[in-house]
């Protein structure tokens, strides 16, 4: 094979793979700003805490906003969702979810904690709070659901276990008449009611800072292999 051959065959290689190291790289730099984003957007809210009805949150144009907002209302009669595969503090567990329905306004998910998951993985108990209550919180989009794979409930004893959070899923499976709100209650930690908790809307997933170091060591990759055409490229070759 000529050297000519060899050297479109080999910038080639080595186009196709910058181009997808930069793209990946530009992916985790796109993350981060969107991370970024919603943390400040989130913080700008609990910093103010202005309450907005419970209402709000089934108001589609504000189904990717955060407001602190308060409501009373009843827990529905249907079984506990818990979201598998919860870290805490470097513990494994489950995320309890019940579905509440507001005296205004569309049912929706609201967040009680995360419990410990035993050994055996056997599922704890989640009492349903009784009578009627006001609850307030952040209203956020449902935890990110990554890749949907599987069904996203599946019936474990009394609750539902989930890999994931699908709110038509859950509306569906557990045979709701209504569609559910399209955001989910996190409610205020200082409530005397659910399990351990706080506010942190990225507990189980990459913050920005992460998304960034793994954007510069794509670009850094993709650097590399220029680097390294560039030297095949122009080194001398050897005489016979």
């Known amino acids: 094979m000529s050297r000519r051959r060899n050297l479109i065959v080999g910038w080639t290689a080595a186009v196709l793979t910058i181009a997808l190291f930069a793209n990946l790289g530009l992916w985790q730099s796109r993350r981060a ?3 970024q984003a919603m943390l ?52 494994a567990g489950v ?13 929706l998910l609201v967040d009680l904690g995360w ?46 276990l989930m890999p994931r959070v699908d709110l038509a899923a859950i509306a569906r499976e557990t045979g709701m008449s209504v569609p559910l709100a399209p955001r989910v209650l996190r409610l205020d930690p200082a409530l005397r009611i659910g399990y351990e908790r706080d506010l942190e809307l990225l507990p189980n997933t990459l913050p920005p800072e992460q998304h960034r170091g793994y954007a510069v060591q794509w670009f850094a990759l993709a650097l590399a292999v220029f680097a390294t055409a560039l030297i095949l490229t122009f080194r001398k070759r050897r005489r016979p």
């Not at 709000?56 to 249907?78: K, L, V």
């Not at 009578?131 to 539902?160: M, V």
């Open 33 to 35: 700003v969107e991370k």
């Open 95 to 107: 995320r309890a979810y019940r579905i509440f329905v507001p005296e205004q306004g569309a049912p």
């Open 115 to 160: 419990l410990l998951l035993p050994g055996d993985r056997h599922l704890p108990q989640i009492p349903k709070p009784e009578g009627d209550i006001e609850l307030r919180g952040l209203l956020t989009t449902p935890p990110s659901t990554g890749l949907a794979l599987g069904p996203a409930l599946a019936r474990q004893g009394e609750a539902w």
């Open 40 to 91: 400040d957007a989130a913080a700008q809210v609990m910093a103010k805490r202005t309450l907005q009805p419970l209402s709000i949150a089934a108001d589609p144009a504000h189904a990717r906003d955060y407001d602190w907002a308060i409501g009373r209302g009843r827990f529905d009669e249907r079984d506990a969702l818990l979201l598998d595969n919860q870290q805490r503090n470097g513990r």
